[in-house]
């Protein structure tokens, strides 16, 4: 394809906006917006925060619309391979040209603004998505939320999946202060709802919620499910949400703890449905869009089922809370141990990870995808040393990928987690990327 040649240049330049790093405010995002002529301001959209599970409940929730017949926008983040995946139109990446057309209008305005990596992307999704007038959009944070380029929306909802300690650097070491910057995505007068547990976040999203004039749902309050099935791939569950009752629905991520995720995409839905007028929403696609959730948003490498003989699986858990997520499920899904590919961004707490890991792994190998962020695989090999893990060096993910297939017995399953960068690799080393 000609513009191929082009698009990796645009690609390039765009990459090395994160040697600008993470800037706190808004202003940048607003100089760009602005400079397009707001269009963030040219469709509604549903706003998604959160530690763990927003990637997940963001896909339910654009599948759901997508089901419905309303054109949607998704903005996630990050990607697995290419730059693409992070914003879609039913679930179809944006396409090369469309990327090279935008970052050459705002190339100017970048360039005066020193605007970062991520307000860049931001500001081409909203034009993206008011150029193809989508009927809405689902836009998940980046990285916490009250300075988060997309906190420029003014959504119909708001949604905070959970909150644990992370990226303590940047949101605070208190689940009162990562709270605090999640929070900061709950607008005067709209609605947020919320699965979040932990007393300290939640009494501080109940204060934001206040001061906002906001009504702040408790998922767990007004909901209850019945996990009926469970498989690799996907679940089937009775859900009743405020009365409502809906029978033998299956959505097709695995892992009982994409339920709460359910739960939050339902409630948002029929939200929308009841106050802002979204009538085409209903029972029925309500559950093809959940059953058809990779279909209809791209979402991969959640437990993802990539390979059977031998069992692949591959998630992108990246940090200790979703490591222990990820271990309680395949405890319930598959027999046995695992092998192990592994490998973390240097700002992980990579040794928490890998005591979580431990106990399901007969072995572990150690990986870096090709990105600076990555931990050197000669810090996670010494940390299975002083765990006195079996272990192996991996090197690139591709490598180790060969010797974990090398040391899988009969009907041993590898998994392959860590981080979005190394589950990403490995999709395209195993081709089973399109």
């Not at 009926?228 to 695995?254: H, M, P, Q, W």
């Not at 979204?278 to 029972?283: A, D, L, V």
């Not at 959640?302 to 405890?331: C, E, F, M, Y």
Request: proline share 3%.
């Amino acid at each position: 394809m000609a513009v191929r040649p082009i698009y990796n240049k645009t690609l390039k330049f765009l990459y090395d906006l994160q040697l600008f790093g993470i800037k706190v405010g808004l202003n940048n995002i607003q100089t760009l917006l602005r400079y397009l002529g707001n269009p963030e301001n040219h469709f509604p959209t549903i706003h998604i925060a959160g530690t763990n599970g927003k990637g997940s409940t963001a896909s339910m929730i654009a599948s759901i619309l997508t089901a419905s017949g309303y054109r949607t926008g998704l903005y996630t983040s990050p990607h697995l391979i290419d730059f693409s995946e992070r914003i879609r139109i039913d679930g179809e990446r944006i396409a090369a040209d469309r990327i090279v057309h935008y970052t050459k209008i705002l190339k100017p305005e970048i360039e005066r603004t020193k605007a970062t990596f991520f307000e860049v992307t931001t500001a081409i999704a909203f034009q993206y998505f008011s150029d193809e007038r989508v009927g809405i959009a689902v836009i998940e944070t980046g990285l916490g939320g009250r300075w988060d380029a997309t906190n420029v929306i003014s959504p119909l909802i708001s949604v905070i999946t959970n909150i644990d300690i992370e990226h303590t650097e940047y949101l605070g070491k208190t689940y009162k202060k990562i709270a605090s910057e999640k929070g900061g995505i709950i607008k005067p007068f709209i609605p947020c709802v919320t699965a979040t547990k932990n007393s300290e976040a939640l009494n501080q999203l109940k204060l934001i919620s206040r001061k906002n004039d906001s009504r702040l749902i408790e998922i767990d309050m007004i909901s209850s499910c019945l996990l009926r099935r469970e498989t690799l791939i996907g679940s089937v569950v009775d859900v009743r949400i405020n009365n409502v009752e809906y029978k033998n629905i299956f959505l097709s991520l695995a892992g009982e703890h994409q339920i709460q995720n359910l739960l939050l995409s339902i409630f948002t839905v029929e939200y929308i449905k009841k106050v802002e007028g979204f009538k085409q929403i209903s029972e029925k696609s309500i559950r093809t869009g959940l059953s058809l959730i990779s279909r209809y948003s791209g979402l991969r490498g959640r437990i993802d089922l990539i390979q059977h003989s031998p069992l692949v699986i591959a998630d992108v858990a990246h940090n200790p809370h979703g490591i222990s997520t990820l271990v309680l499920a395949l405890k319930r899904l598959i027999v046995g141990k695992v092998v192990t590919v592994f490998g973390v961004m240097i700002d992980k707490d990579y040794r928490s990870m890998i005591t979580i890991l431990k106990p399901i792994s007969r072995c572990m190998v150690s990986v870096a995808p090709q990105t600076s962020r990555a931990r050197g695989d000669g810090d996670l090999i010494d940390e299975f040393h002083a765990q006195s893990i079996n272990s192996f060096k991996g090197g690139s993910v591709e490598i180790g990928l060969q010797r974990a297939f090398e040391e899988c017995r009969h009907n041993e399953t590898v998994l392959i987690t860590g981080s979005h960068y190394v589950v990403g690799e490995a999709l395209k080393s195993l081709k089973f990327y399109k």
